[in-house]
């Protein structure tokens, strides 16, 4: 089984819906992280979390909001989707003793 | 802010050939820079992570050096196979975040 696993791999609405992307880790790790990845763009920060209470805004967090349920799961939500939030939308997790991340395969996502 | 920029966006090599991927970035206040290797639907791999004080880091067929002074990141990967096939991301980390390039696509002909 995989250590990081996403929840839709695929995703199409349409704008104005609200929408919730999943992610949990079999890893043990402290920290989790959401990205989105556009086209000829590198991937960018949205959300992160140390810890199950500790939430930070990433360089891109406007009209995304996260939960960190446990230690192992961490949600990324779209209260209101948009056409330019349409990208691909990875989770990853890191220990707080190590500076490698592991990325889950990533949620597709489309909004129309 | 960081930029983080690879040239070239695409190459596409026969096999065997050496492959060199280049990494550059503005602000050379970084903690590391790691290598990713992006396969599509399998999200991305760290290939290697090399810290601010070291020069290079080695695994198996690939070498990555790091000049932080002039902000460059050099991948080589030795002897290419098809298998080597995909998008390779550079990452350097800063205070609290990973600033990414957009990734070089490689395609590996037999």
């Known amino acids: 089984d995989a250590d990081v696993t996403q929840t839709p791999r695929n995703r199409i609405t349409k704008t104005g819906k609200r929408i919730m992307l999943e992610c949990s880790q079999t890893k043990g790790h402290d920290r989790m992280y959401w990205y989105r990845q556009d086209p000829g763009l590198g991937l960018r920060l949205i959300y992160y979390?140390?810890?199950?209470?500790?939430?930070n805004k990433g360089e891109i967090s406007d009209g995304y909001s996260v939960s960190r349920q446990a230690q192992a799961k961490f949600s990324l939500s779209l209260e209101s989707a948009i056409p330019n939030q349409t990208a691909l939308y990875f989770c990853?997790?890191?220990?707080?003793?190590?500076?490698?991340?592991?990325f889950g395969p990533g949620t597709r996502l489309l909004v129309l | 802010k960081q930029e983080v920029t690879q040239i070239p966006a695409a190459l596409s090599v026969p096999e065997g050939e050496n492959l060199v991927l280049n990494c550059s970035f503005t602000d050379s206040a970084i903690y590391n820079l790691q290598w990713f290797r992006q396969d599509p639907g399998k999200g991305l791999t760290s290939l290697l992570l090399?810290?601010?004080?070291?020069r290079e880091q080695t695994s198996g067929r690939l070498n990555a050096s790091l000049d932080k002074s002039s902000g460059r990141s050099t991948l080589y990967i030795a002897a290419s196979q098809p298998g080597d096939s995909a998008t390779y991301l550079c990452?350097?980390?800063?205070?609290?975040?990973?600033?990414f390039g957009a990734g070089t696509t490689v395609t590996v002909r037999a």
């Open positions: 979390s140390f810890d199950v209470k500790d939430i």
């Open positions: 990452a350097v980390r800063g205070d609290y975040k990973l600033s």
């Open positions: 090399i810290q601010s004080s070291q």
């Open positions: 990853a997790t890191s220990d707080s003793g190590s500076e490698t991340q592991y």
